[in-house]
């Protein structure tokens, strides 16, 4: 049953970053694009990273995706970490909602923010190459997948970091370089043995390589792999923040 309040965490969450779409829509956008003209225009009809696939159309899905994740990340982050600063938090805590409304309130409304930037970056970047949609429903179940489990990693670091340079080294030194190492820009099977292994390991990797997929029907793993992988690194995330959130963790003082 859905609560109203619930409801109306989601809809504060929701019109929080609404209000200053500027910064937090139109600015992600436009960073997007700058990529695609840079890395587009350099590499455009050098590189052909799948059979029939220009550099520009493999870079689109890559964008869209980083967009997506880091802007779920940075929607559940950012909120908590100012509500623990301004005090306002306990408003939050003090309600009759439970561990399980907080938390999908918090995730439900980064994901509406990742899907929304996510979107407008392909709104205009698809213009720069032709696309085909091959399986659009993994295009789908990995952009969910992808928005819940960053905007799940976003409310674990907003619970840890008690600054905001700690939630920016958060970021800087995990969010982002996982991402930047997942594929966005290149096939991982152009990389040497070491960092092919590496990439492997990297759970941000399966994400968006399962997403671009969907466009071209091509992949550097099977999508059935990836989908399993991001599911069981969801739920491991999901329990951890929880019990985080239950337990109180640097949120009861």
Avoid: C
Avoid at 48 to 66: D, H
């Amino acid at each position: 049953m859905i609560t109203t309040g619930f409801r109306t965490l989601v809809y504060k969450e929701t019109l929080r970053f609404y209000k200053v779409a500027t910064q937090t829509i139109a600015a992600p956008i436009l960073t997007a694009m700058l990529y695609l003209l840079i890395f587009g225009h350099v590499l455009s009809g050098r590189v052909e990273v799948y059979p029939g696939v220009t550099y520009t159309a493999f870079l689109i899905p890559g964008l869209v995706m980083m967009s997506v994740l880091q802007n779920s990340f940075a929607n559940s982050s950012s909120s908590l970490i100012q509500s623990k600063i301004t005090g306002n938090l306990v408003f939050v805590l003090l309600t009759p909602l439970s561990h399980w409304e907080i938390f999908s309130a918090y995730v439900l409304a980064s994901m509406v923010r990742g899907i929304t930037v996510g979107f407008g970056v392909f709104a205009i970047t698809a213009w720069f190459a032709h696309l085909s949609f091959t399986a659009p429903l993994w295009i789908l179940v990995f952009a969910l997948l992808g928005a819940a489990i960053l905007g799940t990693m976003g409310l674990i670091a907003g619970i840890w970091a008690e600054k905001f340079d700690q939630l920016a080294a958060f970021q800087n030194f995990l969010i982002v370089p996982l991402t930047f190492l997942a594929g966005v820009f290149y096939s991982i099977h152009s990389l040497p043995p070491f960092w092919l292994a590496v990439s492997h390991a990297n759970p941000f990797f399966y994400m968006i390589d399962g997403f671009r997929y969907g466009f071209f029907g091509q992949s550097d793993v099977n999508p059935w792999v990836s989908v399993a992988i991001v599911s069981t690194f969801l739920v491991v995330l999901a329990l951890l923040a929880i019990r985080l959130l239950r337990s109180g963790y640097r949120l009861r003082h």
